[in-house]
C-alpha cells in the first residue's frame, strides 16, 4: 500500500511563495506518476498540477502555470510544487496524489492528507 504524505503548507500574504512537498512510501517511488489537487471551501476538488514517472512531462493548469511549478527527485522519493505570487484564491488544502497510472487523476487511488495554504490579502 502506497502512503502519501504531504508538507510545506502554511500562512503567507499576498504577492508570497511557498514550496509544498510530497513523498509518497510503500511502493518504487520512480513508478509512481504524481500530482497535486486542490480543494477550497464549498468548491469541488480540482486538478492544478501532474507530473510523469521520471518528471519528463508536466502539466498546470491555465490558473496556475504561470506561478507554480512541479518537479520530482526520485533519488530523493520526493515531489515539489513550488508556487510563487499567490493569491488569496489560492487558499485551499492542498492534496499530493499518487498513481500507478500513467498520469493522476480524481481517480487515483492514493491520495495525502492534505496541507492547508492560506493567502492573506
Known amino acids: 500500500q502506497v502512503h502519501v504524505v504531504e508538507s510545506g503548507g502554511g500562512l503567507v500574504q499576498a504577492g508570497g511563495s511557498l514550496r509544498l512537498s510530497c513523498t509518497a512510501s510503500?511502493?518504487?517511488?520512480?513508478?509512481?506518476?504524481m500530482g497535486w489537487f486542490r480543494q477550497a471551501p464549498g468548491e469541488e476538488r480540482e486538478l492544478i498540477a501532474r507530473?510523469?514517472?521520471?518528471?519528463?512531462?508536466?502539466a498546470l493548469a491555465d490558473v496556475v502555470k504561470d506561478r507554480f511549478t512541479i518537479s520530482r527527485d526520485n533519488a530523493k522519493n520526493m515531489m515539489y510544487l513550488e508556487m510563487n505570487n499567490l493569491k488569496p484564491e489560492d487558499t485551499a488544502v492542498y492534496y499530493c496524489?499518487?498513481?500507478?497510472?500513467?498520469?493522476?487523476?480524481?481517480?487515483?487511488?492514493?491520495w495525502g492528507q492534505g496541507t492547508q495554504v492560506t493567502v492573506s490579502s
Open positions: 496524489t499518487a498513481d500507478t497510472e500513467p498520469l493522476v487523476t480524481s481517480q487515483s487511488p492514493y
Open positions: 510503500g511502493g518504487t517511488f520512480a513508478a509512481l506518476s
Open positions: 507530473i510523469s514517472r521520471r518528471g519528463t512531462s508536466v
